[in-house]
């Protein structure tokens, strides 16, 4: 900084007349944090006068450097950012480099699990040119929010099957909730699918928020549901040669039916063929 102006008084307070001194005082070299002395320079009078001269001194003390944390932001659950410092009050024509010998260090508490809100970041240490005293401003790191996302596939499956978890997944701890476009073909019991026909639906996923996550984008996949097979197998059969031909069956018994269902669910006739016809 500059120097302040080099002032001084002198007794018995006044001169005769128009005298006057003449010249300014002076001081010892130096910029550096220290004592100077103020000199006489070429501060004098006229021939009228002994001047005898008192000095002082000039003391220049440390400069404050600020030593500022930087704040941040990230959102909730991902990595804290890379924490920075960075430095103010340089005096003209100093450079950092030259200033700071030995970085501030940055730090806070928060990680990766730390809740949405606004923390503390702590700056300290470091070691700097003896023509500063650092002051330490901390700064702050604000975690927010985290938009989470639904992984969901399409399924298919067999008429039949019992109920079952679709299976979404998300960042959030939230429950997944699940609906359904159709009910002839799934329904949704206790958060789960309850297939009630062949056929197809739009299985429909969504995420509520909470304090730390926010809603997450709906998610629509598409589940088919196949038909069951059944097994139809024609009951024996003998006869007595009598010179006619055979036509017709003795009836048909059909196996593989599910959740608790019969031949009263089949409809029509049953057709008979093979080489027993007109045998």
């Known amino acids: 900084e500059v120097d302040p102006a080099q002032t001084y ?23 550096n944090v220290g ?11 006229n021939g009228n006068y002994n001047l005898t001269y008192t000095g002082n001194n000039l003391i220049i003390t440390p400069k404050t450097l600020t030593v500022t944390a930087e704040s941040k932001m990230r959102p909730y659950n991902t990595a804290n950012p890379t924490l920075t410092v960075k430095y103010t009050g340089l005096a003209a024509g100093d450079a950092e480099s030259s200033v700071v010998l030995t970085p501030a260090v940055a730090t806070t508490a928060a990680d990766i699990s730390t809740p949405t809100g ?4 702590t700056v300290s240490g470091g070691s700097y040119s003896a023509n500063y005293t650092p002051t330490y401003v901390n700064g702050k790191l604000t975690i927010g929010s985290t938009k989470p ?50 056929g197809t639906a739009v299985i429909t996923a ?8 926010e809603a997450a984008e709906a998610v629509s996949v598409i589940l088919r549901v196949n038909k069951a097979n059944l097994t139809v197998t024609a009951n024996d ?5 009598d010179a006619t031909g055979y036509t017709g069956g003795n009836g048909v018994t059909v196996t593989g039916f599910v959740t608790g269902e019969d031949e009263s669910v089949l409809g029509g006739t049953a057709v008979y063929g093979g080489s027993s016809q007109t045998a």
Do not use: C, H
Request: glycine share 12%; net charge negative; hydrophobic share 35%.
């Open 35 to 45: 004592t100077y002395a103020i000199t006489q320079g070429n501060l004098a009078l």
């Open 206 to 213: 969504t995420q509520a928020g909470d304090a730390n996550y």
């Open 118 to 121: 606004v923390y503390d970041i």
């Open 237 to 241: 059969q003998s006869k007595v040669y």
């Open 149 to 198: 996302t639904i992984v969901f596939a399409d399924m298919t499956k067999t008429y039949g099957e019992g109920d079952f978890d679709p299976g979404a997944l998300s960042e959030s701890p939230v429950r997944i909730l699940y609906g359904s476009n159709n009910g002839s073909v799934a329904a949704i019991v206790d958060n789960k699918i309850r297939i009630a026909g062949a």
């Open 9 to 31: 008084r002198f007794t018995p307070g006044t001169l005769v007349g128009w005298d006057t001194f003449s010249g300014s005082l002076s001081r010892d070299a130096g910029n």
